[in-house]
Structures are given as C-alpha cells and as structure tokens.
C-alpha cells in the first residue's frame, strides 16, 4: 500500500476515526478534568475539605486512568481494521486487551525508554548551550516513535485477533487473519 | 518479553525495520510534524527561545514574566495548532494503521 492510498484511506474513514479518538479522550481525560476544576474550587474558596477530598479522589482516578488506558489502548486498531463504529471499536479494545494488560505496559515502557535514549543526547547538547537542538530531539523522537508505536500495537492486536478463541464480537467484519 | 506466542522484542524489531525500509511510514507523520514545527516556529517569533533560557535556572523569573505577559496568545496558540495537529496526527495514524494491515496479509 503506497502512501497516497494509505492518505487517501484515512481521509475517507477519517469521521469515525476521529471521532473514536474524542470518545477515547473523553473518557479518559472527563473526570480527571472534573477532579482538577474541583480542587480549583476548593483551593479558591479556601475549602481544606473539598481539597483533600479531590486530592484522594485524583489518587484513584490516576490509577484508574492508566488501568482504562492500557484497556483502550488498541481502540484505534480495531475502529481501521474492523471498519467498526467508535463505540465498538472501544468494547473491541476492551475484549481484545483482557488478559494482557501486562503486555501492553511493558510494550509502552520499552518504547518509552527507547524515546528517551533518542532524546538524552539532545538534551546534554542543549545543556552544554547549542542553539535549538532540543527541539530538533524533540521532533526527531516524534517522528521514528510515531510511527514504530503504532507499528507495533498494529502488531499485536493482529496476533491478539488471530489467537482469540472466544467468539468474534463482529464475525461479519472478521477477517482470515 | 513474550506472552505466549508474542514476542515484544520481536515486534520492536520488526517495527524498526519496517519504518526503516519503508519511508512511507516517515512519510505519513510529516504533515503532524509539520504543523508542530509552525506552531514551534510562531511562538518562537512571537516570545521568543524558551528552550535556551529554561537552560538556565536564574532566568526562572524571566521565562514566568514572559510566560503571563503572553499567557492569552500562548493558550490561542496551543489550542489552534493542537486541534490542527491532533487532525492530522489521527490521519497519519490511520493511514498507517491500515498500511501495517494491508502488508501484513499481503505477506502471508
């Protein structure tokens, strides 16, 4: 597939692809939002109560969030793969990642590390005064581990989807994978 | 790290090497990219090189004056350049979601 197919395709499902992506980010990021306008308020109006109230509340949304993000991690996978609504797509990434939240944490750690060994030398140059070098790392780290993370969890939702032995949620989408 | 039949290490490699020899998949993440570099570039013209005065710690209270005198612009910025960055970041990740499928059943 050439890059103007791969362009002309996104283009065309682009709709319901971003549209799993706002629903993803909604989920995500609403109720953490909702938690830092309530410790805001608390802080404004000088309640200790409501501070410490949303301060143990963000504790646990914070590890919610993370658990719920490797859960929907594959949401963008299944939404092009399967040609699937964005609410199903997200159910899909849901079902898909039981059992292997482990994995994919491991996976984002790896790739996170590597991101930071490409960005280190960057940063020490800057340090020792060179002239618009951390921007450069920065752009240079965007653009290989862009595109290998996404490589990578297309890579394993693939083989998620070929070693499932329950039911397909979509048999009408399922492919011969 | 492998889970049962996926090997982690295995797929980082794979990926490399696809991106590697495909320059399409380059390709795909430069009209993001892009978009970062302008918005980038704009702040820089307007506030000047964050970047080389966070490097050094006395001009704490610089880089906090330049931060409030410009906050309204620097938000109008980041919400401009965000959602255009974030369009094309989600048509670059489709693209190559879809490329990664068609070459992976194209292989078998």
């Given at each position: 597939?050439s890059?103007?197919?791969?362009?002309?395709?996104?283009?065309?499902?682009?709709?319901?692809?971003?549209?799993?992506?706002?629903?993803?980010?909604?989920?995500?990021y609403?109720?953490?939002?909702?938690?830092?306008?309530?410790m805001?308020?608390?802080?404004?109006?000088?309640?200790?109560?409501?501070?410490?109230?949303?301060?143990?509340?963000?504790?646990?949304?914070?590890?919610?969030?993370?658990?719920?993000?490797?859960?929907?991690?594959?949401?963008?996978?299944?939404?092009?793969?399967?040609?699937?609504?964005?609410?199903?797509?997200?159910?899909?990434?849901?079902?898909?990642?039981?059992?292997?939240?482990?994995?994919?944490?491991?996976?984002?750690?790896?790739?996170?590390?590597?991101?930071?060994?490409?960005?280190?030398?960057?940063?020490?140059?800057?340090?020792?005064?060179?002239?618009?070098?951390?921007p450069?790392?920065?752009?240079?780290?965007?653009i290989?581990?862009?595109p290998?993370?996404?490589?990578?969890?297309?890579?394993?939702?693939?083989?998620?989807?070929?070693?499932?032995?329950?039911?397909?949620?979509?048999?009408?989408?399922?492919?011969?994978? | 790290m492998?889970?049962?039949?996926?090997?982690?290490?295995?797929?980082?490699?794979?990926?490399?090497k696809?991106?590697?020899?495909?320059?399409?998949?380059?390709?795909?993440?430069?009209?993001?990219?892009?978009?970062?570099?302008?918005?980038m570039?704009?702040?820089?013209?307007?506030?000047?090189?964050?970047?080389?005065?966070?490097?050094?710690?006395?001009?704490?209270?610089?880089?906090?004056?330049?931060?409030?005198n410009?906050?309204?612009?620097?938000?109008?910025i980041?919400?401009?350049?965000?959602?255009?960055?974030?369009?094309?970041?989600?048509?670059?990740?489709?693209?190559?979601?879809?490329?990664?499928?068609?070459?992976k059943?194209?292989?078998?």
């Amino acid at each position: 597939m050439s890059f103007s197919e791969a362009l002309s395709f996104s283009f065309n499902s682009f709709p319901r692809f971003f549209s799993a992506m706002l629903l993803w980010a909604l989920i995500l990021y609403g109720p953490l939002i909702g938690l830092i306008l309530l410790m805001v308020l608390g802080v404004t109006s000088n309640l200790t109560g409501l501070i410490c109230l949303s301060t143990f509340l963000l504790i646990i949304i914070c590890i919610l969030i993370i658990y719920i993000y490797l859960r929907l991690a594959l949401f963008m996978q299944a939404c092009v793969i399967e040609n699937i609504s964005p609410v199903d797509s997200l159910k899909r990434s849901w079902i898909i990642t039981k059992g292997n939240v482990i994995l994919i944490f491991v996976t984002i750690l790896i790739i996170g590390i590597i991101g930071l060994v490409i960005t280190i030398p960057f940063t020490i140059a800057s340090n020792a005064g060179v002239p618009f070098i951390l921007p450069i790392g920065m752009f240079l780290n965007f653009i290989i581990m862009s595109p290998v993370q996404a490589i990578i969890f297309t890579l394993i939702y693939l083989k998620l989807i070929k070693k499932q032995t329950s039911p397909p949620l979509y048999p009408q989408y399922q492919k011969s994978y | 790290m492998a889970n049962n039949d996926i090997d982690v290490g295995f797929l980082i490699k794979d990926a490399f090497k696809s991106v590697v020899d495909d320059p399409g998949y380059f390709a795909l993440f430069l009209l993001p990219l892009i978009v970062y570099i302008v918005a980038m570039v704009h702040l820089w013209f307007i506030i000047g090189d964050i970047f080389s005065l966070s490097q050094n710690l006395q001009n704490t209270e610089m880089i906090t004056n330049l931060l409030r005198n410009n906050i309204s612009f620097i938000i109008a910025i980041i919400i401009f350049y965000g959602i255009i960055g974030i369009i094309f970041y989600a048509v670059a990740m489709a693209g190559l979601i879809k490329k990664v499928d068609v070459q992976k059943i194209n292989h078998r």
